[in-house]
C-alpha cells in the first residue's frame, strides 16, 4: 500500500490562496475515483476538487474556514500500489501519524453538570396536552407559570396524577425549549444561544460589502416610474407567447431600458481600477444579476445584453440565475459585470439603498410595484407605480449624469414602445 496526497490545485487567475468551505469525506471513509472530496472558494466562485485515485482517506490538511495556499496539502489518501508520496524515515519519526495528529488535535468532550432536578426531567418527553385538558397544579404554580408567560399543558407534571410541581416548572426553564415545547404566547424566557462560523460564501460577501462601502463614495439617487402601460405590455406578451417563448417577468424590460439608455451614457457602463487610476468604459453590457441564494448574495451574469432579445435575456436571466442559487454557477458567469441590476421582488419595500457592485461604479436597484392613486391631469387615477433606487460611485459619475440616466430609463419605461425603436 502507497500514499497519494492531492494538492491544493492551482485555479488559475495568478490566485495564490483558496479558502476550504466544506468537507465530503472524513478520516476513515474509503472513495472513489473523480468522488468530490472538498468544496474550496476563491474571490470568483466556489470549486470542487475531486479525487484522482481511489482509497482510504488518512487526513484531512485543514478545517472549513481555514485559508490555504496553493499547493499545500489538502488530503492524504491511502491507495494500492506505491503512490505519490514516500515519508522518509525522519519524517515519520518526526511527525506523529495522521490519525494520531487529529486525535490529539480534537479536545475532549466537556460534560457540563447539568441540576439534578433537570436531569430528572430531562428523559420525559413534551407532549403538550390538548388545550381543553385542564392540567393539575396549585395556585401558586399557576400564577407562577403565567408571570413566566408559559402554557402549563407544555410542562410535564412529576407529582401525583401528573400534578405540575415547582420542581417541574424549574426544569422547564432551565432547558432550552423547541418550538413544540414553547409556549405559543412566546414569553417564556430563553438562554440559549448560537455561533455562526463567518466562511465561505458568507465570509466573502462581508469582506466585499466591506470593501465597497470604504473604497467607493457611494450616492444614491430614486425615482418614481409609472409602470401601467409596461405591465399591461408585458401581460399581454405573455398571453400572445407565453407557452411558445416563454413567461416575461419585469427584468427583461429594465435590462432593454438599460441598455438602450447607456448608449447616451457610457460613463456608468464602466469600471474602475482605482489602484491604477483606471476608468474602463465598455462597450458590451454585462449585466451582474443579484440573486439571493441559501448561501447569500451572488450575482451571476447576463452577457451581451445589448444583443439579446426580450426573451432571450430572459432564459438567461433564469439559467445563470438558478445556477448561482445551486451554487453550480461557473467563474465565468459570476465575474466580468460591468452594471448590476439587484431586485427583490415582492420584498422590494419603497426605497432601498443597494451597494455598488465594485469595480462596476452603477447599480440599480427596483423596489416593489403597488397600486396608488395619483393626479393626471387634474384627476384622480388608479395606477401602478414602482420606485428605482439606484446608487453610484461619485468618484467616476457625477450626480446629474446619474439623474439623467435614470430619468431616461424612466421615459423608456413609461413609454415602453420607445423600448424597440431604433
Known amino acids: 500500500m502507497g500514499t497519494h496526497v492531492i494538492k491544493m490545485p492551482d485555479i488559475g487567475e495568478g490566485i495564490a490562496q483558496v479558502e476550504l468551505v466544506e468537507w465530503f469525506v472524513k478520516v476513515g471513509d474509503v472513495i472513489a475515483e473523480d468522488q468530490v472530496v472538498a468544496d474550496v472558494m476563491t474571490d470568483k466562485a466556489t470549486v470542487e476538487i475531486p479525487s484522482p485515485v481511489s482509497g482510504k482517506v488518512l487526513a484531512l490538511g485543514g478545517q472549513p474556514g481555514e485559508v490555504m495556499a496553493v499547493g499545500s496539502e489538502l488530503i492524504r489518501i491511502e491507495v494500492e500500489g506505491s503512490g505519490n508520496h514516500v515519508d522518509t524515515p525522519q519524517a515519520k519519526q518526526a511527525e506523529p501519524a495522521p490519525a494520531a495528529v487529529q486525535a490529539a488535535a480534537r479536545p475532549e468532550p466537556r460534560v457540563e453538570p447539568q441540576p439534578q432536578v433537570a436531569a430528572t426531567h430531562a428523559a420525559a418527553p413534551i407532549v403538550p396536552r390538548e388545550a381543553h385538558d385542564k ?76 470593501d465597497a462601502k470604504r473604497r467607493v463614495a457611494h450616492f444614491s439617487y430614486v425615482e418614481e416610474i409609472d409602470v401601467t402601460a409596461l405591465e399591461a405590455l408585458r401581460q399581454q406578451l405573455n398571453a400572445k407567447h407565453g407557452d411558445s417563448r416563454g413567461k416575461l417577468t419585469l427584468l427583461p424590460f429594465l435590462v432593454r431600458a438599460m441598455v438602450v439608455a447607456l448608449r447616451d451614457f457610457p460613463q456608468i457602463n464602466a469600471t474602475y481600477d482605482d489602484e491604477a487610476q483606471v476608468i474602463t468604459r465598455h462597450g458590451a453590457v454585462h449585466v451582474g444579476i443579484a440573486t439571493q441564494g441559501d448561501n447569500g448574495l451572488m450575482v451571476p451574469v447576463l452577457r451581451h445584453a445589448e444583443a439579446g432579445s426580450l426573451w432571450s435575456n430572459a432564459s438567461e436571466i433564469a439559467r445563470v440565475a438558478h445556477a448561482a442559487r445551486n451554487n453550480k454557477a461557473s467563474r465565468e458567469e459570476l465575474s466580468g459585470s460591468t452594471i448590476t441590476l439587484t431586485s427583490l421582488g415582492a420584498l422590494g419595500g419603497i426605497v432601498s439603498t443597494p451597494v455598488v457592485n465594485t469595480p462596476e461604479v452603477a447599480i440599480v436597484g427596483v423596489n416593489r410595484m403597488v397600486e396608488r392613486p395619483v393626479v393626471i391631469d387634474g384627476q384622480i387615477v388608479v395606477r401602478k407605480m414602482m420606485n428605482l433606487s439606484s446608487s453610484f460611485d461619485h468618484r467616476v459619475v457625477d450626480g446629474m449624469d446619474a439623474a439623467l440616466f435614470i430619468q431616461a430609463v424612466r421615459g423608456l419605461l413609461e413609454q415602453p414602445a420607445c423600448l424597440f425603436v431604433e
Open 135 to 210: 392540567p393539575l397544579a396549585s395556585p401558586a404554580v399557576r400564577k407562577r407559570a403565567l408571570d413566566a408567560g408559559i402554557e402549563l399543558r407544555y410542562v410535564h407534571g412529576s407529582g401525583p396524577a401528573g400534578r405540575i410541581l415547582h420542581e417541574d416548572l424549574d426544569a422547564f426553564i432551565s432547558k432550552p425549549q423547541s418550538s413544540a415545547g414553547q409556549a405559543p404566547g412566546g414569553y417564556g424566557k430563553r438562554t440559549d444561544s448560537e455561533q455562526v462560523p463567518v466562511i465561505g460564501l458568507r465570509r466573502k460577501i462581508a469582506q466585499r460589502m466591506q
